[in-house]
């Protein structure tokens, strides 16, 4: 893993923005999973003024969501459909048909739909870049603890934590969704690249679980330990429980010089 930790959230999302706009001009028909939440915003704000102003073209990428919650309409406002229209795809020229989010609302076998969308990302030739955040629980995509390191794309029972964690959108009345169909861990460490965004205090200790304990399903953002091409993009708050912060700043430093690739 390359830990790259930054002063601010700003600072954090430029990087990720010099990340993924460089990973589209190089390949135009990029596959990038996108994840959904408040760490990537600045992220998707960053892409659309680069789309307008600079006239960065999505006409060719091919986008696969994470996640997306069970049983809420996808016009509902809290919907990750509605999230990804309203802070990304509504403002770029990405095509439509290209834009694939799990379907919350499927009405047959759930496993055979979830099999059909580990079937797109396939037939689409895999992920080049994953986007990935981080939940308080260590989740990635909506892999909840306990969440198999192999799994795969499939409907998942979201904990009360993440439940509470998605509270705040939702009206005084409304009970938020607690299932979501998400894509596996095993589906997410096929991605080519990792680019895992974590911002803020309430993430320090996910953060230092996943990088510097063990492997465990307890936390399934640790599995990106498995990965051989996953950047942790941080801001200082995010990296504040890291107890080797001083060996990371170093490693990118040496990175910048002996392995600039690996920084895109
Ligand atoms: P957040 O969510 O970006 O809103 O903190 C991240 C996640 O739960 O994966």
Redo the contacts with the bound molecule.
Sequence with gaps: MLILIKESYAELSREAVRIVANAVRRKPELRIGL?T????LELYRELVRLHREEGLDFSRVVSFNLDEYIGLPADHPQSFHSYMRRNLFDHINIRSENVHIPDGNWRGSLSDYCASYEALIAHAGGIDLQVL???KDG??GLNEPTSSLASRTRPKTLTQQ?IE?NRKGFGPNEQPPDAAITMGIGTILEARRILLLASGTA?AKAVALAVEEPITASVSASALQLHGDTTLLLDQEASADLRHGDYYRRVAEGTRRLNPERLW
């Design positions: 994840a939440g408040s760490t990537p955040g981080i939940g989740h990635i993440t964690d993430k």
